[in-house]
């Protein structure tokens, strides 16, 4: 019998500024061990190396959290800000995915499933046995939010939410009360494929299958060493995630704006930082602007490194020297190396003597082999219309 209603638990939760849930029972997921086994098997996981195939069949049982789970509150954050846009000042500008935008908001998802739980408490009167997940390997918070009625699973492997599409950040309270189920959603994809098509880099192979080493995202925010030079020129501006199977979503395309003021950003540098600040930017600089913030993840070095990706890939002869000072002389060899790389992506025939010196004093052996590999094979011009 349910220990509390839906109503009830909906407006302790708005009163918790969370104002979308679902609600699941504990049991086990079905299927998903196997699922997430045979995407680790097939190297679609490739580069989440924490991601084993242990943690895939722990979290596909929510009793692994607590003995005595019985119910999964699955809520959502909706965080679209439609009025939030680079301004046109002509400064080359690296894009940041939304979600990143506004405060961390593993930290704000889990303060608010805090207070519900406390709220919960008082309400029943009792201690509640509770854990609060927000994108961990214990749980699969996308599968919570399907089995939970919260949304559906959209062909990009999002979850797409009625009046929100996948503009929602997702988390789980995973309890030992038992509260009444609610009934998965219908997928509604239907014979749409645009996010498949629209992805720049083919890391969406198929329908609901997602390759994880071609993604924007993976390749900004985890991966921490050089970028496959292959998909450097599929990467656009972009410096910390990509929104780009969203942004072309029907279903996102009509979500209501959030006046959440945790999910807004607070500068300029939150969501479209300039390509020359992250190139140049001190230790200091990067954890100032960057705290509280889920950018501070990729660290000040992977940002840098994808600034300049993100430079070759819009920048212009006006960058020229400012990258050549980079490739000379930034203190992480890995941006040496990739600024490097962007220099040829502008004009190969121009920078190639330049990279020749560039080579030649370099001290350390991996950025000398970057530079050489950029010499021999120099990376696909741009078009300059469309940069
Ligand atoms: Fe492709 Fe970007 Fe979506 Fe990753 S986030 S699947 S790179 S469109
Ligand atoms: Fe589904 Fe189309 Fe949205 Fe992709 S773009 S998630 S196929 S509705």
Not at 126 to 154: C, F, H
Not at 204 to 219: E, F, G, M, N
């Amino acid at each position: 019998m349910s220990a509390i209603t839906h109503a009830r638990l909906r407006r302790l939760a708005a009163e918790c500024r969370l104002a979308l849930l679902g609600v699941t029972t504990a049991e086990p997921f079905d299927g998903l061990a196997e699922l997430l086994v045979e995407r680790i098997r097939t190297g679609h996981m490739d580069g989440l190396d924490w991601f084993t195939e242990e943690r895939a069949r722990f979290s596909a049982d929510p009793r692994n959290l607590h003995p005595t789970a019985r119910s999964i509150v699955s809520v959502g954050l909706p965080y679209w800000q439609p009025d939030v846009a680079p301004p046109d000042d002509g400064v080359p500008r690296g894009r940041i995915s939304r979600y990143a935008w506004g405060r961390d908001y593993h930290k704000t998802l889990k303060t608010r499933m805090r207070d519900l739980h406390a709220r919960l408490e008082e309400e029943l009167g009792r201690p509640i046995e509770a854990r609060a997940l927000v994108d961990t390997a214990r749980i699969v918070d996308r599968a919570a939010a399907a089995r939970s009625g919260l949304g559906w699973y959209g062909k990009n492997t999002m979850i797409l939410v009625p009046g929100h599409g996948s503009w929602v950040m997702l988390g789980e309270l995973v309890l030992d009360i038992e509260v009444e189920p609610l009934p998965a959603l219908r997928p509604k994809c239907g014979r749409c494929t645009r996010c498949l098509d629209a992805c720049p880099t083919g890391a969406l192979v198929d329908a609901y299958r997602l390759h994880t080493p071609r993604c924007i995202s993976y390749l900004t925010i985890e991966l921490r060493g050089p970028i496959p030079r292959d998909l450097r020129p599929l990467m656009g501006s972009w410096v910390f995630g990509c929104d780009i199977c969203q942004e072309v979503c029907p279903y996102t395309g009509a979500a209501a704006p959030s006046d959440d003021p945790a999910v807004q950003p607070e500068r300029i540098e939150h969501a479209f930082p300039s390509l020359h600040w992250l190139l140049t930017m001190s230790e200091e600089e990067f954890r100032t602007v960057y705290r509280g913030r889920a950018v501070l993840r990729a660290k000040r070095g992977g940002l840098a490194r994808n600034a300049a990706v993100a430079l070759g890939n819009i920048g212009s002869d006006a960058d020229l020297g400012l990258l050549e000072e980079v490739a000379a002389t930034h203190d992480i060899p890995l941006v040496r190396g990739h600024a490097a790389w962007a220099m040829a992506r502008i004009d190969a025939a121009a920078t190639a003597p330049i990279l020749r010196r560039l080579h030649d004093r370099e001290p350390d052996p991996a950025v000398r082999a970057e530079i050489a590999a950029t010499l021999n094979a120099p990376p696909p011009a741009r078009c300059r219309d469309a940069a």
